[in-house]
């Protein structure tokens, strides 16, 4: 089964721009979760979607925002960009199992806003 | 969920055992993780445990849960320079997984 697939693997963007990250999660999955991760903040969650529907959201500006569409891929975009925006974006994928729910990771896209 | 804590630092000698320790925040968590970054990389799934369990072992892996003091660890036997990496617990509560700020283990050769 093929992983998480998270696409650019890098970016390079300049303030003011927008950005839009893309997600494939694994076969199955229905539920996309993302997450910002810098060095001095750590891992930070952006959103999770659904079945198309946002279902759980972090403490981000409204400059963020994601959607997923029918075949569970999910895209996030960030507009107006900032040079604190520079970070590594993590996408993750789940499915309830027996042995409780499991976030599968990407590899990430690393952004850096200059 | 938000304040799940982690030693920032570790070092261990190759061969050694490393101890991460991991204090969560919610005691109805029902499942709890270890996962693993090396750079560059995504976060992998290393292992996780019920939160029934008192501990669990998968290999050079041993995972230990003390529910009273919520407190979690990962000890990795026989450490070898392969697992210096950085080491997140993380809990589920509410279908919304909670991060630890990670551990980084460094092994000396």
């Known amino acids: 089964k093929a992983g998480v697939t998270q696409t650019p693997r890098y970016l390079i963007k300049t303030r003011g721009q927008q950005v839009t990250l893309s997600c494939s999660p694994i076969?199955?999955?229905?539920?996309v979760s993302w997450y910002q991760q810098t060095p001095g903040q750590g891992l930070q969650f952006l959103f999770e979607y659904f079945s198309e529907t946002q279902r759980n959201k972090g403490n981000f500006p409204g400059r963020f925002s994601g959607r997923q569409f029918s075949n569970s891929r999910s895209e996030m975009n960030v507009s107006t960009l900032e040079l604190g925006d520079s970070a590594l974006y993590l996408c993750?994928?789940?499915?309830?199992?027996?042995?409780?729910?499991?976030?599968?990771f990407g590899s990430g896209t690393q952004l850096s806003v200059l | 969920g938000e304040d799940v804590e982690q030693s920032l630092f570790l070092s261990v000698r190759e061969g050694d055992s490393s101890v991460i320790n991991c204090t969560y925040t919610d005691s109805s968590s029902t499942y709890l993780y270890w996962y693993k970054q090396e750079p560059g990389a995504g976060l992998q799934l290393l292992t996780y445990i019920f939160s029934n369990m008192d501990m669990k072992q998968d290999q050079r892996l041993t995972v230990l849960l003390n529910k009273k003091d919520k407190h979690l660890s990962l000890r990795i036997a026989d450490t070898q320079t392969g697992d210096s990496a950085i080491y997140f617990c993380?809990?589920?509560?509410?279908?919304?997984?909670?991060f630890g700020t990670g551990t980084s283990l460094t092994v000396i050769p």
């Open positions: 993750a994928s789940s499915s309830p199992d027996r042995g409780g729910e499991k976030l599968f």
């Open positions: 076969s199955g999955h229905r539920s």
């Open positions: 993380a809990e589920n509560i509410g279908n919304q997984f909670y």
